[in-house]
């Protein structure tokens, strides 16, 4: 199978739809979060948005969440606002792992510090193959299981 051309079409693919069914454990989408950023390959990248898209739950701003309040060691530089930035805050403790990688960047002329880039999407979003396909369609289908109704953050609805 040939790889979506966004997040959005592997949504639509199948791969992880986007969807407002009920909510899901908050402890059980931290994991699912943690799992997938753990299955990004050295110099590819996701969105805060591609990982919700992908599991089917949550959005952005949930995954986000999810990955700051957590003490595991994640590769947490290799999921992206949007616009291909790094997290508020993070571009400069980020930027030695992508130079570390070879993750495509941009930097503009007249850049006067290492925070002052953005990453190549386009060259670096990760596309998962079948397997790994099949992992984030299991841990989505897990989700889905284990919902008791809490938000990742304040005992609303994720979804």
């Known amino acids: 199978m040939e790889p979506p051309k966004t997040a959005r079409g592997a949504a639509a ?7 407002t069914a009920p909510s899901v454990d908050p402890r059980a ?11 990004i390959p050295a110099g590819h990248v996701l969105t805060y948005g591609d990982i919700a898209e992908l599991l089917g739950r949550g959005g952005p ?7 700051s309040r957590s003490t ?11 616009g291909g930035l790094a997290a508020r805050g993070l571009a400069g403790r980020a930027r030695p792992h992508y130079d570390a990688e070879g993750t495509p960047l941009r930097v503009p002329a007249e850049a006067t510090d290492d925070a002052d880039y953005r990453v190549e999407l386009a060259l ?5 193959s079948p397997q790994e396909q099949t992992a984030i369609e299991n841990l989505g289908l ?10 990742t ?4 609805s994720v979804g």
């Open 124 to 128: 670096a979003r990760w596309w998962p």
């Open 142 to 151: 897990a989700l889905r299981a284990a919902g008791d109704g809490q938000d």
């Open 13 to 19: 693919a199948g791969l992880g739809p986007t969807d």
């Open 61 to 67: 701003r949930q995954v986000g969440r999810a990955l």
């Open 72 to 82: 595991r060691e994640v590769p947490w530089w290799r999921v992206l606002r949007s």
């Open 153 to 156: 953050d304040s005992g609303t």
């Open 29 to 39: 989408y931290v994991e699912a979060v943690l799992a997938v950023t753990g299955l």
